[in-house]
């Protein structure tokens, strides 16, 4: 592996392999859940900053990075992929740690203070999943009858492409993607994509993986589930939320009020987390401070 990269750990989880990054250090461990589509690898540079104080440990999601898809036998569900998180955790022997999830992978980290109440120091919420979904408009039709606009999107991916290089010079053109720091699509094209035997890559994450996580977000097991938790967290939280998102600040204002955590709007879209490598290690050192 290149200098400083991070250990791959693997385990098998309800009849699934999960995998999972650990950047390693000798501070408190750090889980780092990422968004959905995404992968742990995403967080590569953010991760390697903080090695200092934090061991910072990456879980990807099922049907992200290198964990495997589940079929119907296996849920694609919040509460299953909490449970994926706490069997590396303690594989790993890791029994108390810092959390910082964005997007899905927050609605994730929420639960898994659920699973295993009081593990969990404190947690960053970056435009978490984690809200009544009812107040989601959605597209009138789509392959699950009620439709759902982002899981549309997510089907109509790109999944094959010829070079890694082809794919950074296109994500770089084009939102959402073209706001990310150099640093964080870097990362992305790398960790984000697999090898394929005839030279070309293809998208770690499927479409249809992606879009079934879209999906079930709208469940119970989803994002209601994670936002009816909110008012019995076992650890202080804060919520972030990109002023500029595409979601309203208003749902992540619920969130904070609900969890009685502090709300913090920050200069950015969805993703503002990634969109400055700088004031991503800064926000992380300010809000997770013992």
């Not at 990054?21 to 590569?44: N, R, S, Y």
């Not at 200092?52 to 440990?57: A, E, G, H, M, Y």
């Not at 964990?67 to 909490?82: E, G, L, N, R």
């Not at 972030?240 to 879209?269: C, H, K, M, Y």
Request: with cysteine; net charge negative; charged share 25%.
């Amino acid at each position: 592996m290149p200098d400083g990269d991070p250990a791959p750990i693997v385990v098998e989880n309800d009849g699934l392999r999960i995998a999972a990054l650990d950047w390693g250090g000798e501070g408190e461990p750090l889980v780092i859940l990422h968004p959905t589509g995404f992968c742990a690898g995403f967080f590569d540079p953010l991760a390697r900053r903080l090695r200092d104080k934090f061991r910072p440990i990456g879980v990807d999601l099922r049907g992200h990075g290198g964990t495997d898809s589940p079929d119907p036998a296996h849920p694609f569900t919040y509460p299953k992929m909490a449970l994926d998180v706490l069997a590396l955790l303690d594989h790993l022997g890791v029994s108390s740690w810092s959390s910082l999830g964005e997007s899905g992978g927050g609605g994730v980290s929420v639960l898994v203070d659920r699973e295993r109440p009081g593990a969990v120091r404190k947690m960053v919420l970056c435009e978490a999943i984690a809200f009544d979904l009812e107040r989601v408009v959605q597209t009138p039709a789509g392959p699950r009858g009620g439709g759902n606009f982002m899981a549309d999107i997510a089907r109509k991916r790109r999944p094959v492409w010829p070079d890694r290089e082809t794919v950074r010079a296109s994500y770089a053109a084009r939102p959402p993607l073209d706001a990310l720091a150099p640093e964080f699509l870097d990362a992305y094209v790398r960790w984000g994509f697999v090898d394929r035997p005839d030279g070309q890559v293809e998208l770690a994450c499927p479409p249809e993986d992606e879009a079934r996580m879209f999906e079930i977000s709208a469940d119970e097991d989803g994002a209601k589930a994670a936002f009816a938790h909110l008012t019995s967290l076992s650890c202080d939280a804060v919520v972030l939320a990109g002023l500029s998102s595409n979601l309203p600040t208003a749902w992540f204002n619920a969130q904070a009020e609900r969890a009685g955590a502090p709300f913090v709007g920050i200069d950015g879209g969805h993703f503002f987390l990634h969109e400055d490598l700088d004031r991503a290690e800064a926000l992380v050192r300010e809000h997770l401070a013992a």
